[in-house]
């Protein structure tokens, strides 16, 4: 395990002095240098420009970048070490550079940049049109019921119907008192189960729904009423019930203009996920990919980890369980990343932490 994370951080290391003395910004002074490297003015800001804006405001004194520029030196120098002890050739270390690859490529090539391009309107209208549902809600009131079990023309009907009455009014008593007079009621005295455990509450429903749990006359007439109301009561062939209006939740729309980038960016996002799936596949197809499943099947798969919270990995050079599709948007480099590390999507392996006074790269975080 030890030697799992040294590799790793040899890894991101080498890339991370790599990326500093090899990449595009090699330009302006010279603010430091060693045998065999040297750090430019453009460098040590391009690091600093990767940081959040949170982290960037504390290095605005000479002290404070040139203990920036500290960390930035320190991991030119272990990355060196690395080499001399040819580290950079470990076949874990190629393996781990092999899947920072593949994301960059997958980066490079279907990154969304979070603005949606190429989306017709009309696919945006198509799209609004087939899920009204997301963006025009209905009103919907939130409804509590007692209710009293007896059957139209039985004897029990008169004596329900009288003990209703006479609930309901001094339901309407208390309620100005008390407002959880209700709930207390319907758990003592109603005989429908489902609600009677939730003190009489059925939930916010819309007039249609109402309509087919009583009958349009009362679903009408429940939307016509104010939060905290009381109806009259409400017979039924099954039996007697006293309502109460507990809230209501007035309907919205969203229109397509307000909508359309958000329908937009989602088309945008499918598109990008249909394009890379379909690269995928020509890339297979080019490979005239084989498998032997013969010898698949012999391959012994070691038993899950007991203990709580195993660890979770993806395929190689993919996204593990949970990690976003390769066409999302890389995430910023998390606060106190090291100088020049990017955090993109799918993360084989996980920079050392070398903000300033970080620890030493034996306490980098493990794989993940």
């Not at 009103?139 to 329900?160: H, L, N, S, W």
């Not at 087919?212 to 009381?230: H, N, Q, R």
Request: hydrophobic letters at 40%; aromatic letters at 4%.
């Amino acid at each position: 395990m030890v030697r799992r994370l040294t590799l790793v951080c040899v890894t991101c290391l080498i890339a991370l002095s790599l990326a500093c003395s090899k990449g595009p910004n090699k330009s302006g002074p010279v603010v430091a240098k060693g045998k065999g490297f040297s750090i430019t003015a453009d460098e040590l800001k391009a690091r600093l420009d990767e940081q959040s804006p949170f982290i960037r405001a504390r290095y605005n004194t000479l002290e404070r970048k040139r203990e920036f520029l500290d960390n930035m030196i320190r991991l030119e120098l272990l990355a060196t070490e690395a080499e001399k002890q040819k580290l950079d050739r470990d076949p874990e270390v190629l393996a781990a550079v092999r899947k920072v690859m593949v994301q960059k490529l997958v980066q490079r090539n279907f990154q969304d940049s979070g603005e949606p391009k190429d989306i017709p309107d009309a696919d945006v209208q198509k799209y609004y049109d087939a899920h009204k549902d997301e963006f025009v809600r209905p009103k919907r009131i939130g409804v509590a019921q007692i209710f009293f079990k007896a059957e139209a023309g039985t004897p029990e009907r008169a004596k329900k119907l009288s003990k209703a009455r006479s609930v309901l009014a001094k339901l309407r008593e208390e309620d100005k008192k008390n407002a959880m007079a209700f709930g207390a009621a319907a758990r003592e005295m109603s005989e429908d189960e489902p609600s009677k455990i939730r003190g009489g509450d059925v939930g916010f429903k819309s007039q249609e729904e109402l309509t087919k749990a009583y009958t349009p006359e009362i679903a009408a007439k429940l939307f016509s009423m104010k939060s905290g109301e009381f109806s009259d009561l409400v017979e039924l062939p099954a039996g007697v019930y006293v309502l109460k209006v507990q809230t209501v939740q007035e309907g919205s729309t969203t229109t397509l203009e307000m909508a359309k980038r958000q329908i937009a960016l989602r088309l945008n996002r499918e598109k990008k996920t249909k394009e890379f799936d379909e690269w995928v596949k020509k890339l297979r197809g080019d490979a005239s990919v084989s498998i032997d499943d013969g010898e698949l099947d012999k391959v012994a798969v070691a038993a899950a980890p007991t203990g709580p919270n195993p660890p979770h990995a993806g395929m190689p050079g993919m996204p593990g369980p949970g990690a976003p599709h390769p066409t999302m948007a890389a995430p910023a480099p998390a606060p106190g990343a090291a100088p020049g590390t990017t955090a993109p999507p799918p993360r084989p392996v996980v920079a050392p932490n070398a903000a300033p006074a970080a620890p030493a790269p034996n306490a980098a975080a493990k794989p993940k």
